[in-house]
């Protein structure tokens, strides 16, 4: 039953993985900037952003650890709204990163953390999209939610060591 349920979800989201991984490798990359007042530059701009995006992912995950009885019986009721709210946030946040990503840089394999960069972002677009598509499904066995949105997490949380981490302890905290 969960299988079925899961198979067009799955599908979908391999094939958004895929095609942002195709088009990463296969598009001139423009390196078009875009800077915004008060950063020394667009990847600064950028590093902020993800790690904003970051910091929702984690409000998310506390809230579904409290959804899911993890800090003991009955989650507040405005729990389920915190989670969807703050997922909404984070995942707007880091769609005008990879768009800069993408566009400006591409698919890049001239060093070991940018090829497992480049891996995470088609895999967190993936399984979000799996995420979101099996969300209103009836039927689904209760690990499943959770490890997609386990997956869409660890995955975010990876792309910002690969990237805003890296970048703040090679050049230091800044804007
Ligand atoms: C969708 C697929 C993605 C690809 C192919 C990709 C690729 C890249 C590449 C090639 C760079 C330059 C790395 C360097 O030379 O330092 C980069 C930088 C960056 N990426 Fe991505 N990225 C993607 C998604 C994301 C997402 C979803 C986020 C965060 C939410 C993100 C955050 C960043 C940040 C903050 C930088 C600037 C810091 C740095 O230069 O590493 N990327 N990305």
């Known amino acids: 039953m969960t299988a079925r349920l899961l198979f067009v979800p ?3 989201g391999s094939l958004v993985a895929v095609t942002l991984g195709v088009y990463g490798n296969l598009h001139t990359p423009t390196g078009v900037a875009v800077n915004l007042a ?3 530059g ?3 701009v950028k590093v902020w952003l ?3 995006s970051a910091l929702f992912a984690i409000v998310q995950l506390i809230s579904a650890s409290s959804m899911y009885g993890l800090f003991g019986p009955g989650a507040p009721s405005w729990t389920a709204w915190l989670h969807r709210w703050s997922g909404r946030i984070a995942f707007l946040l880091a769609v ?8 400006a840089l591409g698919f890049a394999t001239y060093n070991l953390r940018t090829v497992v960069h480049s891996l995470l972002g088609c895999f967190f677009f993936g399984v979000f999209t799996v995420k979101m598509l099996a969300l209103p ?8 939610l959770p490890v997609l ?3 869409a997490f660890t995955g975010l949380i990876a792309l910002w060591l690969t990237s805003s981490f890296w970048y703040f302890t090679t050049f230091g905290i800044r804007f």
């Not at 005008?96 to 566009?103: E, G």
């Not at 499904?137 to 499943?144: C, H, P, Y």
């Open 42 to 44: 667009p990847q600064t």
């Open 50 to 52: 993800a790690t904003l």
């Open 38 to 40: 008060g950063f020394s």
């Open 137 to 144: 499904k009836k039927g689904l066995a209760g690990w499943v």
């Open 149 to 151: 949105g386990g997956l």
């Open 96 to 103: 005008p990163v990879a768009v800069h990503c993408l566009y």
């Open 10 to 12: 799955f599908v979908i």
